[in-house]
């Protein structure tokens, strides 16, 4: 009885050890063809000018819908610090553009950076201008 008891618990720790195995190869297959074929990568054209009321972006969004909301981040260029943030989704070929005046710049560079909600992107300007 002791030796049957002992195979069947063998058995059965071999079982669970490979059940894990084979889900940890599942979740890793998995985690690697999300690497490869991402969501959605951000695909804009962003343009920024100077006009006489203040710094003028321009974005189109010349990818696909996006999944899910991103955050378009507006700095004082100079040193980081945030002046807004609003929350944005864009469809395909939608255009959005917007001026920060000239009283609320006050003569500081202005940046812009786009942060998706369905990946990971590191931070770098995405438009900046000095009016």
Known sequence: MKKILSVFSAFVVMSVFA????????????????????VSFLQ????STCTDKGSLFRIINRGQKWPRNGVLHVYFADDQSSMTERRIRLAPNQKVSFVIDNNKSAGRPVGMWIEPEWYKRDFAYDAKTSC
């Open 19 to 38: 059940l894990a195995l084979s889900e940890s190869k599942a979740a890793s297959a998995e985690a690697q063809e999300l690497a490869v074929n991402p």
């Open 44 to 47: 804009l054209e962003i343009t």
